[in-house]
């Protein structure tokens, strides 16, 4: 398994249709999910990107771990209030939400995904 990169149409079919529910997130995935919101130009985002390549294996099957580019995808990027990178947005199966700006280790995300996602 490996990170998906996700567009806006992608991210609306696969977590959240923001454009049908303006003002309201119904979670549409069928199991939790990560969302890494990076810039190619990052330097903490390309650290983060073989941790995040590592997980999305371990966690195959019970977490999705995504992939938005900013630069590529503004409005998600304004929907989610992004205003520093990396932000990674958690989304537990029931819609819940947790953010953590900057770059984590993988220890870190992995009491993160333990705690908040499964």
């Known amino acids: 398994m490996?990170?998906?990169h996700l567009t806006?149409?992608?991210f609306m079919a696969r977590v959240g249709d923001y454009k049908s529910n303006p003002?309201?997130?119904e979670f549409l995935g069928d199991k939790p999910a990560l969302i890494d919101f990076y810039a190619e130009w990052c330097g903490p985002c390309k650290m983060l990107a073989p941790v995040l390549e590592e997980l999305s294996g371990e966690y195959a099957g019970k977490v999705d771990i995504y992939k938005?580019?900013?630069?590529e995808e503004e409005e998600l990027a304004m929907l989610f209030g992004i205003r520093?990178?990396?932000?990674?947005i958690f989304i537990g199966?029931?819609?819940t939400m947790?953010?953590?700006q900057g770059a984590m280790g993988k220890p870190q995300l992995k009491e993160v995904?333990?705690?908040t996602l499964l």
């Open 68 to 71: 938005v580019n900013v630069d």
């Open 98 to 100: 947790h953010r953590s």
């Open 8 to 10: 806006s149409e992608q």
């Open 23 to 25: 003002g309201h997130f």
């Open 113 to 115: 995904i333990e705690k």
């Open 93 to 95: 199966q029931d819609g």
């Open 84 to 88: 520093s990178i990396p932000t990674l």
């Open 2 to 4: 490996a990170t998906i």
